[in-house]
Every structure is written in C-alpha cells, then in structure tokens.
C-alpha cells in the first residue's frame, strides 16, 4: 500500500496537479489497491482532520491580513520604516526587510507579507536605481518573517498536531523572526554600499520619527492585544483572529479611512477562497498521514534516522537536511501536516523541546518559499515588476538564502534563541 502511496503521489506532482488533489487522490488509489481499509475512511478522515475549532483562526486571520493590506496600514509601517532606518547606506533594501517584519506582526501569511510590502517598496527600489531582480528576491526572503513572527498560521497548524500550547511557540517565534529580519538588514547593507544601489538617503530627526510613529500606533496596538490577549488567558487563538478582524476592520474603515466598507465581502470573498485551498490540503495531508501512520512509516522512519543519529545535535541536523530537501518540492502546510506525524516521536524521544522543534520544522519549511522550482514567493516577488528574469532572481535570492539557513541552524543549536523569551515570561 506505501509503495502505491508514494508512486501515485509523485507521478501527480511530476505533472503538477495541485498538491491537495495529489495527496488525496494518492490516498484513495492506495486504500482502492489493497481492499484492506474502506474507501470510505478517507472522507472521515478529511472531515476529522478540520474539525479542529483552533482551525478557524487560519481564515480570520487571513481575512484580518487582507483588510490590513487594503486599509493603509501596511503604507503606514512603511514610512515608520523610513523614518527609522531611512539614514542608512541601502536605506530602501533595509526599509524593505523591517516593513515585512512590522507586517509580519499582524498577517500570518508569507506570501501577503511578501505581495503587501513588495508591493509598495519594489517599484520604490527600482526607480531608485536597485536591479529589480534584486528587490523581487528581497522581497521574496523578507516576506517569510510573516510566518515566524506571530500570529503565523503554520504555528497555528503545528501547535494542533503537536498537541503544546498555541500562545507559547508564538512567543518562541518573535526572537527567530526578529534575527532573519536583522540577517537580511545587514546584508542588504552592506550588498547596496558594495555595489552601489540606491541613492535615496533620508536624515534622521526625532520629529520624523515621532510622526510616523504616532501615524502607526495603531497598527502596532494590534499585534500587542492579539498576542497580549492570548498570553494572559483573556481569549483562545480563534478569538484572538476574531479580535484581530474588527481591530483591522475598525481601524481601516472608520480611522484611517482607506477602506471601503464595500470593499469588505470582496475581501471576505478572497478570503474564504484561500482558507478553502489551505483547509482542502490539510483535509488530504491528514488522510494522507493516517495511512502513512497505519502502516507504521513514522516508527519506520524513526528507527531509520535513529541508526544514523544517535544524539540530537545529528537527529536535528539530519532533518533540517531532510526538510531544506523538501521544501523545493512540497508546499508547506501539506509538509507540515505530513511530516510532523512522522517526526514527533522521534523528537520525542531524543527529549528535544517540542516548542523548540516546531520554531526549527516551521522555519526550515518556510525557507522553500524561496527554493525553486516551488518557490511560491519567488512567483509572488516576480509579479511585483514588469519584465523581470526569474533566473536572476533566483541568483539574487540565493546569498539571502544562505543568510535564511545561518538563522537557522543558530536557532537549531541555541534553543535560548526561541525559548529563552518564553522562558522569561513562565517565570
């Protein structure tokens, strides 16, 4: 039944059928094959694997992230960028990377970070003299601070298969986020002053500052009451999504008044389309992983690795291998909701913090994001210019990915990096 498995899913990933309808279809043929397990499991199975009420906070907050792109708050972390950083040498690659950190803090969602940022400061960098290969790939890397720094959906997705506590390997993602962003800063730096890219440069004043700031404020409230409210028990993850959207809603429509309340059901639309691809894949991952778990293949796997990894250091080291492999090749959320299944009792085992291994599975599978031939916000950066090669953005990209991979293996063999500020706050 494995072998039917496996044949039949990467047959229909060579043809690139959509990775849902692969798993699924992977599954039935599978079941179909053996005639040892009913057909009709796997709809059971699909519906179980949703039926998670912490799941509702994936569309709220998608929803929230798309209000905010629309609404002017994504503009307003911009300038507080440029009032922040503006006086540095690459100041619009700089500005670039913080915006998607701000941004990160309020959308969950790498490719938005990428599009809502990358939107505004691609043709920004372009017309100030950077290669626009250049600023598509920085805006490809920078935006996967959207799913490390909270809220961040694939934590919320790991969070229900490991079984730990939604609010704290939020808290263990904020440090990680934060050094991928600094990474990026610090090369875009020094890679602009080297070869010479941009020519805006803007005095820094505390008057500056003080305006964007107060311009801002209330976009940075909201990260503040989400993960604040969570924190201290005042509401679940699901309720912190919902609070997020009347905050968005509120603040974009009746404050900043950049949205129009019209608007809102188109967003809801595209909202409700998103959350359904992302629901139908992790439908079929699940089914997916419960044949996978029927036949064993994770003990399997376990004992494998576990011959050719004794200590942690190399079990870690081996599957940040593993999943830098993957991620080229499969989407993250199916990645997610198969892999994880398959590597938790091995972690478990090796007495590995199961926070800590999420923040590295996360990170590590958020990296092909920008590894071809997947790739999405590679395919997202290159849509924010006209004529742009998308083998020149790879080159581009891939200095910055290397930056992307020091981070994490600094955060797989330092575990104060993510749970050093979670440690802080149990205390």
Known sequence: MITTLCIAFLITILFNVPIGICLGFATLLAL???????????????????????????????????????????????????????????????????????????????????????????????????????????????????????PSIPFVNYAVLANISVGDIFIAGII?????????????????????????????????????????????????????GIYAGVFTPTEAASVACVYSIIVSTFIYKELNLKEIPRLAYESGVTSGMIMFI????????WVLATEQVPIKIANFISRFAKTPFMILLLINILLLINGCFMELTASLFILTPIFLPLISNAGINLIHFGVIEVMNMTLGLVTP???????VAKGLGKDMNFNDIVKHVTPMFIVLVVVLFAVTYIPGLSLGLLNILNK
């Open 282 to 289: 992790i439908a079929t991952a699940t089914s997916f992983s």
């Open 32 to 150: 179909m094959v053996s005639g040892k397990i009913p057909v009709l499991l796997v709809a059971q199975r699909m519906f179980t694997g949703i039926d998670v009420s912490t799941l509702l906070a994936i569309p709220l907050f998608i929803f929230a992230g798309k209000v905010m792109e629309k609404g002017g708050i994504a503009k307003r972390l911009t300038e507080l960028s440029y009032a922040t950083v503006g006086f540095l040498p690459g100041s619009l690659a700089i500005i670039t990377a913080l915006s998607c950190m701000f941004f990160a803090a309020l959308s969950g969602s790498a490719p938005a970070t990428c599009a809502a940022i990358g939107g505004i400061m691609v043709p920004m960098m372009i017309k100030d003299g950077y290669p626009a290969e250049f600023a598509a790939a920085l805006a490809a890397a920078a935006g996967t601070i959207g799913v490390i720094i909270p």
């Open 373 to 379: 031939p997947l790739g999405v916000n590679l395919f």
């Open 176 to 228: 990680p986020g934060i050094l991928i962003g600094l990474g990026l800063m610090i090369y875009s730096s020094v890679v602009s002053k080297r070869r010479h890219y941009g020519r805006i440069v803007i005095k820094f004043t505390w008057s500056n500052l003080w305006k964007a700031l107060k311009s801002s404020i209330l976009a940075i409230l909201m990260p503040l009451i989400v993960l604040g």
